[in-house]
């Protein structure tokens, strides 16, 4: 930058001392052409020898004024305003048509250096303003070429913008496809597995209604034999095999021998392995063949039958008992009924002793007492009258003797 100022400093002086030149040559054909007009130049001629002679012969020899370069155009004008003291004869045509005058010559002479030195000057400073025109112009060329570069990236770029927006899309146009192919794939496999689950609902509870059916059936048909066996007083004898057949081996006559006919209080430490559970009023007892405990501590007391009580299995002793065309069931000083359970199966519920009825025998621990010269059994607060039955000794439910 400094150096272009410079530059420009020197292209400025050498332009002003090319103007100051032009104009001292102008001044200087002025007075030329002045002096011809006044008889100078054919005084110049007449008189020339005389002068030479009038100043010893010798003529002071004119000094070319192109080359007094410092004095520059006034020089030329000064020696412009007198005569030349060379003749014109002496000098060929040829070399008076170069020469001229001492004035017009020194000034025109002057001007063409300062012209030179100013053209010198103009063209260095032109080379270097020229180089630094070629460099700006470079410099201009490269920013052009960055800025077409980088449009030309930007525009690539938009291009690769475009072209992965492009891509992005396709592919979420694919994922979302792929995502309603499986989603549809999903809801025909939910359709068809809820459909097979229907499928297998419905078999499922064809057949259980059908089982249900079946088994009703089954119950029906088995209440009604039990509800003919009772009418026909025929049930106690058939379900009395019966219950010899499944419940009495033996395998377990001794299991079942221990625990069969147990006075009531006896405690033992555990249950016989076959019993039921059976609930009353809130109260639990436990059943097996005939006899009924209850928890005690760590061991289990023998109590009366809670009336009310159903347990799924008669006794293995039970008699059937005979009253007023109706037929019950008895062993140990209990009274039973046959029901039809809520399994569609035959079920024995502890019912109150019936008065009249007349049973074989008393358990060993029922109390006699003798009330108006009269002899009873108590037994579970129920009262027996004895009397003689041909050769044997039979018991009459009775109420309580007053």
Do not use: C
């Amino acid at each position: 930058m400094f150096r272009s100022k410079i530059i420009r400093s020197i292209v400025a002086v050498f332009g002003i001392l090319a103007m100051t030149s032009l104009v001292a040559v102008d001044y200087a054909e002025a007075g030329r052409f002045k002096g011809k007009g006044g008889g100078a130049h054919s005084k110049h001629k007449a008189g020339g020898h005389k002068a030479r002679k009038a100043s010893g012969g010798k003529s002071k020899k004119a000094r070319p004024q192109a080359s007094r370069s410092k004095k520059g155009a006034k020089g030329g004008v000064r020696q412009a305003s007198h005569k030349s003291s060379r003749p014109k004869a002496s000098r060929p045509a040829k070399d008076r048509k170069v020469s001229r005058p001492s004035g017009g010559g020194g000034g025109r002479a002057a001007a063409a250096g300062a012209v030179g030195a100013a053209g010198a000057g103009a063209a260095l400073a032109g080379r270097e303003g020229g180089g630094d025109r070629e460099r700006a112009g470079d410099r201009q060329g490269q920013r052009e070429d960055r800025q077409a570069n980088r449009g030309e990236n930007q525009g690539d770029r938009r291009e690769n913008r475009e072209d992965r927006n492009e891509d992005r899309r396709e592919s979420r146009e694919d994922r979302n496809e792929d995502r309603q192919e499986t989603r549809g794939d999903r809801q025909e496999e939910r359709t068809e597995r809820q459909e097979n689950r229907q499928d297998g609902r419905t078999d499922r509870t064809e057949i259980r209604q059908e089982n249900r059916t079946e088994r009703n059936e089954e119950r029906q048909e088995t209440r009604r034999q039990i509800a003919d066996d009772i009418a026909d007083n025929d049930y106690w004898d058939h379900h009395h095999r019966y219950y010899d057949d499944d419940w009495w081996d033996d395998d377990n006559d001794f299991g079942w021998g221990v625990f069969w006919g147990l006075a009531i209080g006896v405690t033992i430490a555990s249950l016989p392995d076959r019993h039921e559970t059976v609930v009353v009023n809130n109260d639990t007892y436990y059943y097996s063949n005939g006899t009924y405990y209850q928890p005690q501590g760590s061991e289990y007391v023998v109590v009366e039958a809670p009336s009310g009580a159903t347990v799924e299995n008669a006794p293995s002793h039970i008699e059937p008992v005979e009253l007023d065309g109706e037929q019950y069931g008895y062993a140990d000083g209990v009274f039973y009924e046959a029901v039809v359970g809520d399994s569609g199966e035959a079920e024995f519920r502890v019912i109150e002793a019936p008065i009249g009825a007349v049973v074989p025998e008393l358990p060993e621990s029922a109390q006699m007492t003798t009330l108006g010269g009269r002899d009873y059994f108590l037994y579970a607060e129920t009262w027996y009258e004895p009397f003689m039955s041909g050769s044997a000794v039979v018991y009459e439910v009775v109420e309580k003797p007053a």
